[in-house]
């Protein structure tokens, strides 16, 4: 059974551009959610999503950001218009449906640099 | 507002000594606290999870304890290795919201030979 994984690995986005972070959770999860890990910080919520659905995207910046679980295909965290404080280790965890969200298994990140 | 601290922020130590990682938490109303490791490029390995309900959970060479009514845990790590070097992170969920991780910034392990 894979495990969670996440694409690119690495992202080089000049300032202004679009990031597109993609998400593939493990077989038979249908629950996601998204971290941000800032450079000397500790990793910080984002968003939680099931299929189709936002549950809770209360640690989301309210501009620019955006993510999406659709029903078929990989989750996306969608940062328009990057600016250098978006530059940052994005990890994706996913759980299984039956409400065992301590069961979180992350995926590897991916490395976001903005110049 | 959770707030999760670990303290030390790095630790460095001889193969073979034992030693304790630490955590506390401002808001002791949590669903659970867990311990994960982090290697460099990699994702987070779930190491030990404790109900709020638990005062200790043990696995291999590790035991994590928690005391909900002083806001702490300890990470005891036994008998260390150089493959045990890497970032340990604590993190708890709330009632209420118990899907969302609240984490410590981390300590940095590095086992020498």
């Known amino acids: 059974n894979a495990g969670v994984m996440q694409n690119p690995r690495h992202l080089v986005r000049r300032r202004g551009q679009e990031a597109r972070l993609r998400c593939s959770p493990m077989?038979?999860?249908?629950?996601v959610y998204w971290y941000r890990q800032l450079p000397e910080e500790g990793l910080k919520f984002m968003v939680y999503?099931?299929?189709?659905?936002?549950?809770?995207e209360s640690g989301m910046p309210k501009e620019r950001f955006s993510a999406e679980f659709p029903k078929e295909g990989p989750s996306i965290l969608r940062i328009q218009q990057v600016v250098r404080g978006d530059s940052a280790a994005y990890f994706c965890?996913?759980?299984?449906?039956?409400?065992?969200?301590?069961?979180?298994?992350f995926g590897p990140g991916t490395r976001l640099t903005v110049t | 507002k959770q707030e999760v601290t670990q303290i030390p922020a790095a630790l460095s130590v001889p193969e073979g000594e034992n030693l304790v990682l630490n955590c506390s938490f401002t808001?002791?109303?949590?669903?659970?606290l867990q311990w994960f490791r982090q290697d460099p490029g990699k994702g987070l390995t779930s190491l030990l999870l404790?109900?709020?309900?638990?005062r200790e959970q043990t696995s291999g060479r590790l035991n994590a304890s928690l005391d909900k009514s002083s806001g702490r845990s300890t990470l005891y790590i036994a008998a260390s290795q150089p493959g045990d070097s890497a970032t340990y992170l604590c993190?708890?969920?709330?009632?209420?919201?118990?899907?969302?991780?609240?984490f410590g910034k981390g300590t940095l392990l590095t086992v020498n030979p």
């Open positions: 965890a996913s759980s299984p449906p039956e409400g065992r969200y301590y069961e979180q298994y």
């Open positions: 077989k038979g999860h249908s629950h």
């Open positions: 999503l099931q299929k189709e659905n936002i549950i809770d």
């Open positions: 808001d002791s109303a949590i669903y659970n």
């Open positions: 404790i109900q709020s309900s638990q």
């Open positions: 993190a708890v969920r709330v009632g209420g919201s118990n899907y969302k991780l609240t």
